[in-house]
């Protein structure tokens, strides 16, 4: 017979991973979804599909980080404790994912499970200052080489690519045989076709890291109570996959549609520079920022693309670069541009903004809030109630 408050626990698991599916899925396929590539129901159903096989293979090793070596006595967790901090992970996630702007998952799991570390004197310093700086290394490297690829790389990569969306249905069912078919649609060029695959495998590959870093923010505290993790794995999966249907709608549009239009070669740059980066923290057992260091990408990448119209010397002599520009609009798939310092600024502006500063700053000030948010309120509820427990 399954304890009642084991059922409790596994709720607020639950939602935790509804809140992660709906974190997690912007990310990952804003910018496909932005540039037009996938529609939100199939970022969904490909989000649930990948996340899951990068948590199951993979993100053991992140849970086990959480769950085990996070605390210096795993036995603090406690079907008890397990659901305080749950709760609070979940209701500060929840309160990102409602107003839109996707908080770090990982950054908001190891905030609650620090809060309680803290508390109980049981948190392991070392461990918890190497994640800290992976986090804030991290968004940096995915930020700086997003603006050197911007300002030195992205046109030539633009002229290779070469990628254009046209009108009408990326592919079309050839209903003329005994079995349909799929070809490509009526205006769909090779080219077009090839990014697109591009693009969505590599949004797949994203998926899959946030799988192997994220599923531990929902399991981690009941595993570290005894709970068997295999159907841990499955319920996080499950819940997970109703987020990404559901509530990651809001981060979808943010992601991509609010901040920034992201063409194709933008899209598929930004989720090269994102996956790398999490793929590699992840092999360490890091649980990664991904919300970050995505936002950071674009960002930078955006930025890198804007000081083309600068050349080095020129801004020693104090002439800076117009800023939050659409500068990465403006470059026609195939088309040369001009050498760094000879691009009129007239023509990346002319696009309109590449940012919206209102939605760029929500964003920023939400994946600080929320982990704040699961922090303190999981160390002042297991202070308070220290004395109860131990």
């Known amino acids: 017979m399954v304890e009642p408050l084991l059922v409790v626990g596994l709720v607020v698991a639950l939602f935790v991973g509804y809140n992660i599916g709906g974190a997690n899925t912007g990310p990952a396929f804003g910018p ?3 540039a037009g590539v996938l529609s939100k129901v199939a970022a969904a159903a490909l989000m649930s599909v990948f996340f899951f096989l990068g948590a199951w293979t993979v993100g053991r090793r992140v849970v086990d980080t959480l769950g085990q070596d996070l605390l210096t006595d795993p036995g603090v967790f406690t079907i008890e404790t397990s659901i305080v901090v749950l709760f609070f992970i979940g209701g500060a996630l929840f309160v990102g994912n409602y107003s839109g702007a996707p908080a770090s998952t990982s950054m908001t799991a190891v905030g609650a499970i620090a809060g309680l570390g803290i508390a109980t004197n049981e948190l392991d310093w070392a461990v918890m200052g190497e994640i800290a700086v992976w986090w804030i290394v991290a968004p940096l490297v995915g930020f700086w080489t997003s603006m050197v690829v911007g300002r030195y790389f992205y046109p030539r990569i633009n002229s290779w690519i070469a990628v254009t969306t046209t009108e009408g249905t990326l592919l079309e069912l050839d209903r003329s045989g005994t079995i349909p078919v799929p070809r490509r649609g009526t205006n769909t060029t090779v080219r077009e076709l090839a990014g697109t695959v591009v693009v969505v495998a590599i949004a797949c590959v994203m998926a899959f890291s946030a799988g192997t870093s994220n ?25 997970v996959t109703i987020g990404a249907f559901t509530i990651a709608r809001r981060t979808l549009d943010t992601l991509g549609n609010d901040i920034t239009t992201l063409p194709l070669t933008a899209a598929i740059v930004v989720a090269v520079i994102s996956s790398g980066i999490v793929i590699g923290l992840s092999a360490i057992g890091i649980p990664a920022s991904f919300v970050i260091i995505a936002t950071m990408s674009i960002v930078g990448l955006g930025w890198g693309r804007a000081t083309r119209t600068v050349a080095v010397s ?50 920023i000030v939400m994946q600080n809030v929320v982990p704040v948010l699961s922090t303190i309120g999981a160390y002042a509820t297991f202070r308070v109630a220290f004395e109860f427990w131990w």
């Not at 599923?215 to 005894?226: D, K, T």
């Not at 760094?340 to 007239?346: K, L, N, Q, R, S």
Request: charged letters at 25%; hydrophobic letters at 45%; a negative charge.
């Open 32 to 34: 496909a979804v932005g």
């Open 215 to 239: 599923m531990a923010n929902a399991v981690a505290p009941l595993y570290g109570a005894g709970v068997a993790l295999d159907p841990l794995m499955i319920l996080g999966g499950v819940a």
């Open 314 to 363: 020129e801004v020693r002599r104090e002439r800076t670069p117009p800023l939050s520009v659409d500068a990465l609009a403006v470059d026609e798939p195939g088309e040369d541009a001009p050498a760094i310092g000879e691009e009129e600024p007239e023509r990346v502006a002319k696009a309109g903004e590449l940012f919206d500063p209102g939605t760029t700053g929500r964003v």
